[in-house]
C-alpha cells in the first residue's frame, strides 16, 4: 500500500463550486504539506502543518484553507473554485529532523471550468 | 528568500553522461535535495547534499559548492526510462521547507 494517498485523482468542477482534496498518510510523520504544481512554474507551497495543532500559509494560500483531522491526514479545500486554479495538487510528509526527505502523494489532477 | 535556477530542458542520447545544474541563492543554506519527476507522477527523492562534493549513488551522483551557490546533478549511462524533469530544491533557512526550482525536462533519445 503507498505510504501517502490522494483522493480523488482527477476531479472537474465549476467555478464558484467548494471542493475538498484529501491526504493521508501512514508514515508516521508529524509534518504535512500541499503544494501546487502548474507547468513552468514548478512547486508552490499552498499551506503546511508541522503537528495536528499547527497551521501555516505557504506561498501561495489565497483562495485556499486546510484543516489538519489527525496526524495521518490533512485536507485540502477550494471555498469556491475558480479557473486559475486548475493544477496539479501534490501532499507531502516529512518526518522532523536534519534532512527532512518529502514524500509525494500521487497527486490530484484538478480542472476547474 | 530564495531564489533557484537550472535550465529548463536538456536532450541527451541513451548512454551517455549528462550533468544538470542548479544555482541558488538562500539566507541560510541547510542542504540541498534532488528529486525525479515522471510526467504526471510524484516527485521522488535522489539526494540530498549539505556539505560540498560528490556524493554517488550507482549511475546517479550529486555536487555541492556551498561557496558558489552551486550543485550539479550527474546522470550516467542514461537510459530512456531516465526522461523526466529533475527538481533543485533548497530548504529556506531555519524552516527546512524546501523551495523548489522549476524543474530541468530531461528528454533522452535513442
Known amino acids: 500500500d503507498a505510504d501517502v494517498t490522494q483522493t480523488p485523482r482527477n476531479r472537474i468542477t465549476k467555478t464558484g463550486k467548494r471542493i475538498m482534496l484529501e491526504c493521508s498518510q501512514t508514515?508516521?510523520?508529524?509534518?504535512m504539506y500541499w503544494y501546487r504544481q502548474d507547468p513552468g512554474l514548478g512547486l508552490r507551497l499552498i499551506y503546511y502543518?508541522?503537528?495536528?495543532?499547527?497551521?501555516n500559509k505557504g506561498e501561495i494560500s489565497d483562495g485556499y484553507s486546510v484543516s489538519r483531522q489527525a496526524q495521518a491526514k490533512f485536507s485540502l479545500s477550494l471555498e469556491s473554485a475558480i479557473p486559475n486554479q486548475t493544477a496539479l495538487y501534490f501532499c507531502?510528509?516529512?518526518?522532523?529532523?536534519?534532512?527532512?526527505?518529502?514524500?509525494f502523494g500521487p497527486g490530484t489532477r484538478l480542472l476547474v471550468l | 528568500g530564495q531564489n533557484i535556477d537550472q535550465p529548463t530542458e536538456m536532450t541527451a542520447t541513451e548512454g551517455a553522461i549528462v550533468q544538470i545544474n542548479c544555482t541558488y541563492q538562500?539566507?541560510?543554506?541547510?542542504?540541498l535535495f534532488w528529486y525525479q519527476q515522471h510526467a504526471g507522477e510524484a516527485p521522488t527523492f535522489l539526494s540530498y547534499?549539505?556539505?560540498?562534493g560528490l556524493e554517488e549513488k550507482g549511475r546517479f551522483s550529486s555536487f555541492l559548492s556551498r561557496s558558489k551557490g552551486y550543485s550539479y546533478l550527474l546522470l550516467k549511462e542514461l537510459q530512456m526510462k531516465d526522461s523526466a524533469s529533475y527538481l533543485c530544491?533548497?530548504?529556506?533557512?531555519?524552516?527546512?521547507?524546501?523551495?523548489f526550482g522549476r524543474g530541468t525536462s530531461l528528454i533522452v533519445h535513442p
Open positions: 507531502a510528509t516529512s518526518d522532523f529532523g536534519s534532512e527532512e526527505t518529502q514524500y
Open positions: 508514515k508516521g510523520h508529524d509534518r
Open positions: 502543518s508541522f503537528d495536528v495543532k499547527d497551521i
Open positions: 538562500t539566507s541560510g543554506f541547510n542542504g
Open positions: 547534499n549539505v556539505l560540498d
Open positions: 530544491a533548497v530548504p529556506s533557512g531555519g524552516s527546512y521547507i524546501p523551495t
